[in-house]
């Protein structure tokens, strides 16, 4: 009897998993990287804004989420990771005076280095727009833009984000 | 020499972790109990409503994540569990447009068993209130108020949640 090699190659790949081949999501221009997992994080708070009619959740890596939850959050811990995923408002189809997330906006991170980031408060920030999540920025300068903004919060340790109280 | 026993045991004692004894969460009077670990699990969408100045954020356990994340929401899978927290709204201190949350409202989960939960849409519903988390009902006819609201979205399996679109 031949033993029919390629068809047992065959009947073998068959078995593997499928993988996903997606395009990785590129760093940006100041060299963060999109962290792994991020979208299985947990969750430190929410908030809407009126002014560009977005809504968000904001999540945090390990370190982050301890410090939120045990209240150690003046300053944030070095390694901190804080990560918004932003949405466009849309009116709930079946409830008008519901607000749902809408068309994806961007995810952004704000990570604690105050070495490596003490040009900006301390932070270094990053963000990716739309589901293809594009890296925002041509060039690094584009982190002064979420600082001058961030200055706003500068008694918070430079972060709006204000975890929210949960049993 | 003589061994000082009762000091070596407060030397091991000090050691021991520090353990929480609060409250344990008391179950619904439709006999749900909290689920251990809810605020760790992963986030499938938010909300804010006008009518009743709250934001919210919505988790799921491990079937509703893969199935939010998968699509496979008509009908959710059973033993899905979705979960909201939450909160009043309020202005952030340092951004006028920015609605963060507030004091705690209360957490709320559904839990989709179609069989047990036949009589309200083949989901059990619980909800605790406040940070020290009573449960809500003085009997269990209070699912068919639950039940009576979430009537609107008939048309999506009772479920008001729209899974958020996540890169």
């Given at each position: 009897?031949?033993?029919q090699?390629?068809?047992?190659?065959?009947s073998?790949?068959?078995l593997?998993?499928i993988?996903s081949y997606?395009?990785?999501i590129?760093?940006?221009?100041n060299?963060?990287?999109?962290p792994?997992?991020l979208?299985?994080?947990r969750?430190i708070?929410?908030?809407?804004?009126t002014?560009?009619n977005t809504q968000?959740?904001?999540?945090g890596?390990?370190?982050?989420?301890a410090?939120s939850r045990?209240g150690?959050?003046?300053?944030?811990?070095?390694g901190?990771?804080?990560?918004?995923?932003?949405w466009?408002?849309?009116?709930h189809?079946?409830?008008?005076?519901?607000?749902?997330?809408?068309?994806?906006?961007?995810?952004?991170?704000?990570?604690?280095?105050?070495?490596?980031y003490?040009?900006?408060?301390?932070?270094?920030?990053?963000?990716?727009?739309?589901l293809?999540?594009?890296?925002?920025?041509?060039?690094e300068?584009?982190?002064?833009?979420?600082?001058?903004?961030?200055?706003?919060a500068?008694d918070s340790?430079?972060?709006f984000?204000?975890?929210?109280?949960?049993?």
């Open positions: 009897m031949k033993i090699y390629p068809l047992i190659l065959i073998l790949i068959s593997l998993p993988a997606a395009e990785p590129q760093p940006t221009a060299g963060i990287n999109f792994i997992g979208k299985n994080w969750a708070s929410t908030s809407y804004r002014d560009n968000r959740v904001i999540l890596n390990s370190i982050a989420v410090a045990s150690n959050t003046k300053p944030w811990p070095q901190s990771i804080l990560a918004k995923l932003v466009k408002n849309r009116q189809p079946q409830w008008d005076a519901a607000i749902v997330p809408g068309e994806f906006v961007h995810s952004e991170i704000m990570i604690r280095d105050s070495q490596k003490n040009a900006t408060g301390g932070w270094g920030f990053a963000r990716w727009v739309g293809s999540q594009q890296p925002y920025g041509k060039n300068s584009f982190a002064q833009e979420c600082y001058a903004c961030h200055n706003h500068k340790n430079y972060v984000t204000k975890p929210a109280k949960i049993p």
